[in-house]
């Protein structure tokens, strides 16, 4: 992949996140972080909505069903990883529920919110 395909990688992505992140607020969430690195692992969006604490994972794909099998279950460790150190880092967001979400984005259509995509015991 060339520089030139990265950045528009990047950039799509980035796009793709801003989308979530707005359906998600439509939705009655509050945003709580973006794109949260750790080593080991990448979080696109954190929220909060009453005491559920979400950890979304944000994917961009031409189809719908490509995007709906996009998160691996390696992907998914890396996730949990992050959301580990996020929950080190503000103990007193641990006592809420916990839950791991997927915004699938599509061109020229709504983003989709998947609640609960996948489970991972972060204890």
Known sequence: MSKLER????????????RAG???????YRLLA???KVPGGEI?????RGGTLVFVEVKARADV????????????RRIATAARAWLARHPDQALLVQ?????FVTPRRWPRHQANWFEMDLG
């Open 99 to 103: 839950r791991f979400d997927a915004v």
């Open 44 to 48: 696109d969006l954190i929220a909060r």
């Open 65 to 76: 069903a490509v995007a709906l099998e996009a998160i691996t279950p390696g992907q998914q």
């Open 22 to 28: 707005w359906l998600l607020r439509l939705k009655g």
């Open 34 to 36: 973006r794109r949260f």
């Open 7 to 18: 950045q528009a990688a990047f950039r799509a992505g980035l796009n793709a996140e801003t």
